[in-house]
């Protein structure tokens, strides 16, 4: 079965400052990587996605995430974060041999600090 | 469009209690799950409903059950609520079911549970 491991659990974080949260699974065979995104109170959203193709992905609001095959990994960053980026964020696998099903990570909380 | 609703927002039970969560979409999709979401587990997957009709067992189905009523709406219910089960429960929808797709899971707001 798939697992994911979001190494950390809070990161705090200045405002203008770079930030990177990193994501591990355990099986690169035949998967499909994901970022969602919680805002306080609300549901998760989808902030991006790797499906296939070039191996960096970039959301709308300035997020990106590189899929690295050989490491497991698919971390999230951004060069400089904005009070409003204050949110969870939940890494998740779809495996194609487990019918899509998608597995989370703990989720990390980004604290952006003024 | 207000995308998927879930009611209520918070509930509180006693132990054996039972109760129904509700949700609905209205973005004529297919597929509807519901997961629960425990601090530093992220989300499982409870049960899901590929199309109108069908229902299927997640990771974490015990002591659940589900009805998909109509296209719009999947309820999951507790028919003895235990400790266990408290948690945030979220509903979600997506026009193709993951089995077959990887279309976007769409989620509600949640519904806060604490059973004493």
């Known amino acids: 079965a798939q697992s994911v491991t979001q190494l950390d659990s809070q990161v705090p974080v200045f405002e203008e400052a770079p930030v990177e949260l990193r994501c591990n699974y355990s099986?690169?065979?035949?998967?499909?990587l994901f970022w969602y995104v919680q805002y306080p109170n609300q549901g998760l959203q989808l902030l991006l996605k790797?499906?296939?193709?070039?191996?960096l992905v970039k959301s709308i609001n300035g997020f990106e995430a590189e899929f690295n095959k050989s490491q497991t990994s698919f971390h999230l960053r951004k060069p400089s974060v904005h009070i409003s980026d204050t949110a969870e964020y939940f890494c998740?696998?779809?495996?194609?041999?487990?019918?899509?099903?998608?597995?989370f990570g703990g989720g990390t909380r980004l604290m952006v600090k003024p | 469009n207000a995308g998927v609703t879930q009611t209520p927002k918070f509930q509180v039970l006693k132990t054996g209690q039972s109760m129904t969560l509700q949700c609905a979409q209205d973005?004529?999709?297919?597929?509807m799950y519901w997961y629960r979401q425990d601090p530093g587990m992220g989300l499982r997957l409870i049960y899901y409903?590929?199309?109108?009709?069908?229902?299927d067992k997640g990771e974490v189905p015990n002591g659940y059950n589900v009805s998909r009523l109509n296209k719009r709406e999947f309820s999951l219910r507790l028919e003895s609520a235990a400790p266990s089960q408290t948690s945030v429960y979220f509903c979600?929808?997506?026009?193709?079911?993951?089995?077959?797709?990887?279309?976007?899971?769409?989620f509600g707001p949640g519904t806060r549970l604490t059973v004493l």
């Open positions: 409903s590929a199309s109108e009709g069908t229902t």
């Open positions: 790797y499906l296939s193709g070039s191996t």
């Open positions: 979600a929808s997506s026009e193709r079911p993951m089995m077959v797709s990887t279309d976007t899971q769409y």
């Open positions: 998740a696998v779809s495996d194609q041999n487990a019918g899509n099903m998608l597995t």
């Open positions: 973005m004529n999709h297919n597929s």
């Open positions: 099986s690169s065979v035949s998967v499909y």
